[in-house]
């Protein structure tokens, strides 16, 4: 019998129905581009294509936007959010109303490498891009009008990437988006009815159970969440409490290359390269360090797409347990 699951912080509901499972499969591949692309604006020789770089990781001295880099970060050139000038309203009109779309939206080009795809980066790279990400973080942070950065990562075109060249992405935001806001209350009042960090304690349950564990690293747990949206929704987490993922140390999140290095492996090899999207969900800027979040990264493989019912009802239906998902995950 399908099973109809609550995630244990938001008021979302998903349909755990495996007898789905029998349905045709095809995995879809989000096999790394073969053929070399000579107008790839994020290939060496080719920075002018870009707008300037705001970031760069470089092999010794170089002058900014010239080969020679081993990372860039560029805003996008067609950014959904972006310029100068404060948050203000604009345009109200009865109903509606709207913000000046301030904030910062970023590509980090992950490798000069227009071949390698993410997954099969070297740890020291895939930790090079963890670590630009903290940087520019903080560097958002310091903006006064930016509340929020989402971190994200499309892979393969199915899952949403345009270009072929590795790459991801930054939207720094005016506010916390809403997902976040309706977290971060789920959360906090999880924390005063527990008594303690709802993610903490989601946690040592999965541990407790067993059976939705990918990984149990000595910094980071890597396991399958109690109602996940999808098959082999996948998250990594600190072990021990952090709410925000700027505030890791850098030796911390070299760490954490290794781990999502192995998990993408993982999942690699399970689904036989399907495309995936990556979303980091951290504590806004302006929420100081609560007791009640706690960052994690969300790998989202794209085995099936949301359809009429998901965007009708907002509920999901998954048809792989999540405790059949991480039993193949450890075992790959
Ligand atoms: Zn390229
Ligand atoms: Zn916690």
């Known amino acids: 019998m399908p099973e109809i699951r609550k995630d244990p912080v938001v008021d979302r509901w998903v349909i755990i129905a495996a007898e789905r499972n029998r349905r045709p499969f095809s995995p879809r591949s989000a096999a790394a581009p073969v053929e070399a692309d000579p107008a790839c604006p994020f290939c060496p020789g080719a920075e002018h294509e870009t707008p300037p770089e705001v970031y760069a990781v470089t092999e010794g001295l170089r002058l900014p936007d010239t080969p020679g880099w081993r990372l860039r970060v560029v805003p996008n050139k067609f950014p959904a959010l972006g310029g100068e000038g404060p948050v203000e309203e604009v345009g109200i009109a009865g109903l509606s109303r709207a913000v000046s779309g301030v904030g910062f939206h970023e590509v980090i080009i992950e490798t000069p490498d227009h071949f390698t795809p993410f997954a099969r980066l070297a740890p020291e790279e895939i930790a090079e891009v963890l670590l630009a990400v903290k940087r520019r973080f903080l560097h958002y942070k310091s903006d006064p009008r930016i509340v929020s950065a989402q971190f994200f990562k499309n892979q393969g075109p199915e899952a949403g990437a345009s270009l072929a060249h590795t790459h991801c992405q930054i939207i720094a935001m005016p506010m916390a988006p809403h997902r976040l806001a309706e977290e971060l209350a789920g959360a906090r009042a999880a924390h005063d ?119 009708g009802s907002g509920f999901f239906i998954n048809a792989t347990p999540p405790e059949e998902g991480a039993a193949l995950l450890r075992t790959v």
């Open 193 to 311: 009815r527990l008594g303690g960090c709802v993610y903490c304690r989601a946690m040592e349950e999965a541990l407790l159970a067993g059976d939705r564990i990918v990984e149990d690293g000595e910094d980071y747990l890597v396991y399958a969440p109690w109602a996940p949206r999808f098959p082999f929704e996948t998250w990594i987490a600190p072990m021990s409490h952090r709410p925000r993922f700027e505030a890791m140390e850098d030796d911390e999140l070299i760490a954490l290359a290794r781990t999502l290095k192995r998990t993408l492996a993982r999942l690699d090899r399970a689904l036989g390269g399907a495309p995936y999207n990556m979303a980091l969900a951290s504590a806004p800027f302006d929420a100081g360090s609560p007791d009640w979040y706690h960052w994690r990264l969300e790998i989202l493989p794209v085995t099936a797409r949301p359809a009429g019912f998901e965007w």
